[in-house]
């Protein structure tokens, strides 16, 4: 599948910034096609080593700009999946159009749910989706990254750590939940490790532990990760919060490169 990735390169300096400590920034795009549709993987990469940072919905830069933000301080890199500013991908097949969330395509239960609920499923679509998702996954080097850090934006009052609480609409999906007094739960960090959870839970920020067991498989790469025992961390804040989820992307950083001398 990469080798039929047409590899374009578009090097520019996207911030060569004045502080001694910012590094320079590339960015790298290379196209990969699903149906008539043409999603753009885009890496802004530091020259030094440090984390890989994921954004799969487009329409959450917020995320994107915080994560930007560490990698100028700390180094490593981001990825980016680019397209029309949505969160859905949108693709013709034949003549056909369908649509599927780009977080719900790692498991096949999950690419049925989504083709299903946003345009419908047929067993083409599917395929098509499932070969774009290990695409995905293997430009994106996986077995070689100690953990799977992905960066995602909500509303106001939409999405966030209360849904998992007890009589929440996700209660099953959380194995724990921890929200501190005070703090929005629309800026929360969602992972599948345990040390994790508790480790980002003692420096103050609100988390949930996915219980891997028993979340719904709804294609998501938290799910995906569950199942292949693969540590995995969500970064996410509500729209617009980018002081407070650069904080989180710091707080990370830090807990990972503890985690990594222990
Ligand atoms: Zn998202």
Redesign the pocket.
């Known amino acids: 599948m990469m080798r039929r990735l047409l590899l374009v390169v578009v090097v520019m300096v996207v911030a060569a910034g004045c502080q001694k400590s910012r590094r320079a920034i590339t960015e790298t795009r290379t196209p990969l096609s699903i149906g008539d549709a043409q999603v753009d993987l885009v890496v802004y990469a530091t020259d030094t080593p440090g984390l890989t940072y994921i954004s ?2 487009d329409n ?1 830069q917020t995320s994107v700009e915080a994560a930007l933000a560490i990698i100028r301080q700390r180094g490593g890199r981001v990825i980016e999946l680019q397209h029309t500013g949505e ?1 859905n991908i949108t693709f013709s097949l034949g003549d056909s159009i369908y649509v599927f969330d780009p ?1 719900r395509m790692f498991t096949d239960a999950g690419v049925q749910r989504t083709l299903d609920g946003l345009s419908r499923f047929t067993p083409d679509a599917h395929a098509a989706v499932r070969a774009f998702a290990e695409a995905v996954l293997a430009f994106y080097e996986l077995p070689t990254l100690e953990a799977v850090i992905t960066l ?2 909500n509303t106001e009052d939409n999405y966030s750590a209360l849904r998992y609480v007890a009589g929440a609409e996700y209660e099953q999906d959380a194995a724990a939940v921890f929200i501190r007094e005070g703090t929005d739960p629309d800026d929360f960090f969602f992972v599948t490790d345990t040390a994790l959870f508790e480790a980002l839970r003692a420096e103050g920020f609100n988390a949930v532990l996915q219980d891997n067991a028993q979340a719904t498989d709804d294609g998501s790469l938290s799910v995906y990760c569950g199942q292949e025992g693969i540590p995995y961390i969500n970064a996410e804040a509500q729209h617009g919060h980018l002081e407070p989820q650069i904080r989180m992307l710091q707080a990370l950083a830090d807990v990972l490169g503890l985690k990594r001398e222990t």
């Open positions: 799969l919905h959450e969160r977080n995602h934006n």
